[in-house]
């Protein structure tokens, strides 16, 4: 099983729709837990971090579900602008036992959403 | 926000030349730098973070003598492809940790580095 897993998609909605990713991570140990959107051929950039108790940023929802093990990404009134790779992250802890690396990011393969007109 | 520079932003080479690429970051101190790399169509993977002042730390199946890193200051990493191979062509991405930071989860991203071996 991938340590973090989310359907690739692609999905393809109009403007206006709203679309919802999932995504399920396997460690029950993870920390914490971020949504990505990488363009085309450019580095990730962070979307939003994902709390237990749920949180929003204007268009964007996240929630977190630690029983489940499940992340998930709501958005509103889907723009143009919104069409790139959505990738579920999850901190797992620390890289090694000596406790020097910290922020070990797992990445989920993307979500690739397309908004058209 | 904080920034992470990349240099080259990409580059073509020969099979078996060995290539560096540098990753500062440039408006913070960063005690731990990630190298990734990145194949199409598929996501991010972990290959080894850069902590400075002290060896790497590579996660499994990445050749420490073929990907030498080096964290020589707070705001420089550089990771070396050496002997690169057609199968080594992929985009390479660095992040880095803000000392300073409040979260010891906060990366911020680099630009990115595509390499071609032909």
């Known amino acids: 099983r991938k340590e973090v897993e989310q359907d690739p998609g692609p999905f393809n909605v109009p403007e206006g729709a709203t679309v919802a990713f999932n995504c399920t991570y396997s460690n029950s140990a993870s920390q914490s837990f971020f949504w990505y959107r990488q363009d085309c051929r450019k580095e990730p950039k962070l979307l939003m971090s994902v709390y237990s108790s749920g949180n929003e940023d204007g268009r964007f929802t996240a929630q977190l579900n630690r029983a489940s093990q499940y992340i998930s990404l709501l958005i509103r009134d889907s723009k143009l602008s919104d069409s790139a790779t959505y990738l579920c992250v999850v901190n797992m802890g620390s890289a090694n036992a000596g406790g020097t690396s910290y922020g070990k990011l797992t990445f989920g393969q993307g979500t690739i959403l397309t908004v058209h007109p | 926000g904080a920034v992470v520079s990349q240099h080259p932003s990409w580059v073509i080479c020969k099979s078996g030349t060995s290539v560096k690429i540098e990753c500062r970051s440039l408006d913070f101190q960063a005690t731990t730098m990630f190298w990734y790399r990145q194949f199409p169509k598929q996501s991010l993977m972990l290959m080894a973070t850069?902590?400075?002042?002290?060896?790497?730390?590579?996660e499994q199946g990445v050749e420490k003598d073929k990907f030498l890193i080096n964290h020589a200051s707070l705001t420089l990493s550089t990771l070396t492809v050496t002997s690169a191979h057609p199968e080594d062509s992929s985009f390479y991405i660095c992040?880095?940790?803000?000392?300073?930071?409040?979260?010891?989860?906060?990366?911020?991203f680099g630009p990115g580095t595509r390499l071609t071996v032909l």
């Open positions: 992040s880095a940790r803000d000392l300073e930071g409040s979260s010891t989860d906060t990366q911020y």
């Open positions: 850069s902590n400075e002042g002290s060896k790497a730390t590579y």
